[in-house]
């Protein structure tokens, strides 16, 4: 699979998915993610185009088209988690739909967010600190301290919601071959974490229920001292569905394209390289094109696939806490 572009980054300047296509081609691209602010009059132009055999979607971004009556798309307008047994149906209802229009357009990865643990957002406390350079000091340790522990305990409230859901979406998955990969957040109150998302795919051991990795996210959450990015990528890819993939400027600035942040996507290489899972350039709305173009140059240079995978990755890793 060639790397594809968010059409997050365009939508909003386009009214015909064609010239939406047409500009992510003259970038470069062959493919792109449809994004949850994929608007219902945007699909009949991504069709036509690629009806023509101009573009490939691999992925789509919950919830897409972006739902009726709702007047801008978001990815948790309803998440699974929630306490709210109306909130999470909603979210399966509309899960459904995008999954079924997936099929329709022939992608095979739903990309979704699960919601955050009800509780005080911390980690922008965290982040404001970093931002000082405080990350050594003694409060913001007892600060990080403080947030992981009470966010772990609030959790197990949570997670079981998110498997109800899960388990709810399992047929429709099955019926129309797609999967759907729980993406990492930025923010530690996010559902799930690493270690929660781990125990997830474990208990499903389903091709249906994956992972999906933001790289910017990741890096966020090993910039203020949450986890070890690489070591969990590497945990976790046995389930990996595909990539969001965009740079971060220290502490928390990402969706900036590489290489122009402070990741070493040499380090990343084996994951990158894997031309058998969809890998989408994610940048802002306001990103320079040039910009854009650089980092699909860039990527491609650095992550040059020596051979594709014959076959998924063993799922016997083991796992060390990070």
Not at 129 to 136: F, I
Not at 150 to 157: P, S, T
Not at 204 to 217: A, C, T
Request: glycine share 6%.
């Amino acid at each position: 699979m060639d790397i594809s572009l968010t059409t997050r980054w365009n939508a909003s300047r386009h009214s015909d998915g064609r010239a939406m296509v047409d500009e992510i081609l003259e970038l470069g691209f062959t493919a792109v993610e449809l994004g949850y602010d994929t608007r219902r009059d945007l699909v009949e132009g991504v069709k036509a185009r690629q009806a023509e055999g101009a573009v490939q979607v691999y992925t789509v971004h919950n919830f897409c088209p972006v739902p009726m009556g709702v007047s801008k798309g978001h990815p948790e307008l309803f998440t699974f988690g929630d306490f709210d047994r109306d909130v999470r149906d909603l979210a399966v209802k509309h899960t459904r739909a995008t999954i079924e229009f997936a099929a329709e357009i022939g992608a095979k990865v739903v990309v979704s967010h699960s919601g955050n643990v009800k509780m005080t957002r911390r980690t922008k406390t965290l982040k404001e600190m970093a931002r000082t350079g405080q990350t050594g000091s003694r409060r913001y340790q007892k600060e990080a301290t403080k947030l992981i522990n009470d966010r772990d305990k609030l959790g197990r409230k949570q997670i079981p919601f998110v498997e109800q859901c899960l388990e709810q979406l399992l047929p429709d998955l099955e019926r129309h071959g797609i999967a759907i990969a729980l993406e990492n957040l930025p923010t530690w109150e996010a559902l799930p974490t690493e270690v929660e998302m781990l125990k997830l795919c474990r208990k499903f051991e389903h091709p249906q229920i994956r992972y999906w990795h933001d790289m910017g996210h990741g890096q966020i959450r090993e910039n203020l001292g949450l986890i070890n990015h690489h070591r969990w990528l590497e945990n976790l890819e046995p389930y990996l569905a595909g990539m969001h993939v965009h740079d971060c400027i220290r502490p928390d600035r990402d969706h900036t394209m590489p290489p122009l942040g402070d990741m070493d996507f040499t380090r990343y290489k084996d994951f990158g390289s894997r031309t058998d899972i969809p890998r989408v350039i994610e940048p802002t709305t306001k990103t320079p094109a040039s910009e854009v173009r650089g980092a699909l140059e860039f990527l491609n240079e650095c992550w040059a696939a020596e051979a594709e995978h014959s076959s998924p990755p063993s799922t016997t890793n083991s796992t060390t806490q990070a």
